[in-house]
């Protein structure tokens, strides 16, 4: 069983930088991508970014050049580095982990992933 721990959401100002982590445990070596979703009030989950096994990265049109997916595969963890925030960018952040293949059109829709964290706020103030 894996298990997802989110951590690094907080408050911060329109322009503003947080890192988010992931820490994960349990079967890593079963692990074929990670990534991290996001849902605010009224919205559907929206995928954010994605990090395959092979080191291969995806982002939303949305973040893109703004979001940084990374891991440290030697500690288990993937970051999610956020800069020029935007009050749009508010939300329930989740990691969530898949370990089976997937298409490549598929590495942001939700039903391709089978562990969920249970998320960190983040808040991006005007």
């Known amino acids: 069983q894996v298990q997802l721990v989110e951590s690094g959401g907080g408050s911060v100002q329109s322009g503003g930088s947080l890192r988010l982590s992931c820490e994960e445990s349990?079967?890593?070596?079963?692990?074929?991508?990670m990534a991290w979703f996001r849902q605010g009030p009224g919205n559907e989950r929206e995928g954010v970014a994605v990090?395959?096994?092979?080191?291969?990265?995806h982002y939303a049109d949305s973040v893109k050049g703004r979001f940084t997916i990374s891991q440290d595969s030697a500690k288990n963890i993937v970051y999610l580095q956020m800069n020029s925030l935007k009050p749009e960018d508010s939300a329930m952040y989740v990691c969530?982990?898949?370990?089976?293949?997937?298409?490549?059109?598929?590495?942001?829709?939700?039903?391709?992933?089978?562990?969920w964290g249970l998320g960190t706020q983040v808040t991006v103030s005007s």
């Open positions: 969530a982990a898949a370990d089976r293949p997937m298409l490549r059109s598929w590495v942001l829709q939700s039903h391709a992933y089978d562990y």
């Open positions: 990090i395959e096994s092979d080191g291969s990265t």
């Open positions: 349990g079967y890593s070596y079963s692990i074929k991508a």
